[in-house]
C-alpha cells in the first residue's frame, strides 16, 4: 500500500506527498468555489474538504498508527465522490463549456481507481485476515492515487485557464 512508504528512514517523503495531497484539495477548493454554482457541486466541495483532511490525517498518523485508517476512510471515499459532483456542477457553468467533456471524463477516473482498489483490498484478505501476497493491492492502490491527482491536475490546469482568460 502506499502509505508503507511513510514507515521507514524515508518516510518523510510520503508524509511530503500526503500533505501536498491534502493542499491540493483544499486549494483546488478555495479556486473552485466561484465556479460551482449547484447544490450538489457545493455539497462536492465540503466532500472535497474532508479529503483534504483525511489526506493531512494520513500525513499526521503513518500506517502503523491507529488513526490512518480513519484517515483512509474519511479521505479516500471522499475523493472519490467530491470529483463527480464538483465536475458534473462545473459542466453546467457555460464559462467551463470548452472543456465539459474532458472534466467529466476525468472526474470518473477517481471512483473507479477506489472501486478497483477496494476489490483487489477485499480480494487480497484471506479469511485468517491476512493478505493474499498473489493480490497486486499496492498496484490497486496506486492506480487510486495517480486517478485523484489526474483529476486535481485536470481541475486546477482548468481553473488557471480559465481565471488567465477573463484577466486577459
Known amino acids: 500500500m502506499v502509505s508503507e512508504y511513510g514507515v521507514g528512514p524515508f518516510g518523510w517523503v510520503q508524509t511530503l506527498v500526503f500533505l501536498l495531497t491534502a493542499a491540493s484539495a483544499a486549494l483546488l477548493l478555495l479556486a473552485m468555489r466561484s465556479a460551482v454554482k449547484t447544490l450538489w457541486g457545493r455539497i462536492g466541495l465540503v466532500i472535497l474538504a474532508l479529503a483534504a483532511i483525511g489526506f493531512f490525517l494520513g500525513a499526521v498518523f ?63 484478505v484471506s479469511p485468517s485476515g491476512e493478505f493474499n501476497p498473489s493480490v497486486p493491492v499496492g498496484l490497486a492502490n496506486r492506480l487510486f492515487w495517480l486517478c485523484a491527482a489526474s483529476w486535481l491536475s485536470v481541475m486546477a490546469w482548468q481553473v488557471g485557464n480559465l481565471s488567465g482568460q477573463k484577466s486577459a
Open 62 to 124: 503513518n500506517a502503523n498508527h491507529p488513526l490512518h485508517m480513519l484517515a483512509f476512510f474519511i479521505g479516500t471515499p471522499a475523493m472519490s465522490l467530491a470529483p463527480v459532483l464538483i465536475s458534473v456542477s462545473v459542466a453546467r457553468n457555460p464559462a467551463w463549456a470548452s472543456v465539459r467533456r474532458r472534466v467529466v471524463w476525468v472526474s470518473q477516473l477517481p471512483w473507479i481507481g477506489f472501486v478497483v482498489n477496494m476489490v483487489l483490498f477485499f480480494a487480497a
